[in-house]
T-cell receptor, first 113, second 114 residues
Framework: DQQVKQNSPSLSVQEGRISILNCDYT??????FLWYKKYPAEGPTFLIS?????DKNEDGRFTVFLNKSAKHLSLHIVPSQPGDSAVYFC????????????FGDGTTLTVKP | SQTIHQWPATLVQPVGSPLSLECTVE??????LYWYRQAAGRGLQLLFY??????ISSEVPQNLSASRPQDRQFILSSKKLLLSDSGFYLC?????????????FGPGTRLTVL
């Protein structure tokens, strides 16, 4: 049973437009949600996060939205830049779970110039 | 600042051979440490995590084992590799408790078992 799902394996957008990456989860115990960005042959890097007590967190061009009732979160990148092209992983963790996170399978974002 | 090292970067091993991947963290004390595997086109599968020296929790039954002989050293091992052990292995650390449970990843090891 995959507890964190990213249903879109890939997304292609034009430079300057908005990129929206989606993530769904099933475990209601998750209370922290994170997005990581990964370039080929490198480890993922932490991008942005949100706790379950919020519905929005913004950091520059990146905004994460959380809809707890739908068990859905999304990452918005505005405006998208070619350097944003990477694999984006959604992750979720429960506060009592020793820092372990459950990751989705990732969405490959391609931003075309 | 904190740094995480993994080696080797790439490894090609025959089936049945042993494996040892090493991960070290600098600039922090008593981190939580994690080993993940990423199969081709898939997400990150947590293999092991450790909250302290000698404390290892296994997340999935498999052909691998992990050890933490020192506070900032985490080792992934196998006595006999299988073809299915091929993948991209990532070590990560975090501070527990933390604000958002964010983890910091090493550069990874690409393992190919032939």
């Amino acid at each position: 049973d995959q507890q964190v799902k990213q249903n879109s394996p890939s997304l292609s957008v034009q430079e300057g437009r908005i990129s929206i990456l989606n993530c769904d989860y099933t475990n209601s115990m998750f209370d922290y949600f994170l997005w990581y960005k990964k370039y080929p042959a490198e480890g993922p890097t932490f991008l942005i996060s949100i706790s379950s007590i919020k519905d929005k967190n913004e950091d520059g061009r990146f905004t994460v939205f959380l809809n707890k009732s739908a068990k859905h979160l999304s990452l918005h990148i505005v405006p998208s830049q070619p350097g944003d092209s990477a694999v984006y992983f959604c992750a979720a963790s429960a506060g009592t779970n020793a820092g372990k996170s459950t990751f989705g399978d990732g969405t490959t974002l391609t931003v075309k110039p | 600042s904190q740094t995480i090292h993994q080696w080797p970067a790439t490894l090609v091993q025959p089936v049945g051979s042993p494996l040892s991947l090493e991960c070290t963290v600098e600039g922090t004390s008593n981190p939580n440490l994690y080993w993940y595997r990423q199969a081709a086109g898939r997400g990150l599968q947590l293999l092991f995590y450790s909250v302290g020296i000698g404390q290892i929790s296994s997340e999935v039954p498999q052909n691998l084992s992990a050890s933490r002989p020192q506070d900032r050293q985490f080792i992934l091992s196998s006595k006999k590799l299988l073809l299915s052990d091929s993948g991209f292995y990532l070590c990560a650390w975090s501070i527990w408790p933390s604000s958002y449970n964010e983890q910091f990843f090493g550069p990874g090891t690409r393992l190919t078992v032939l």
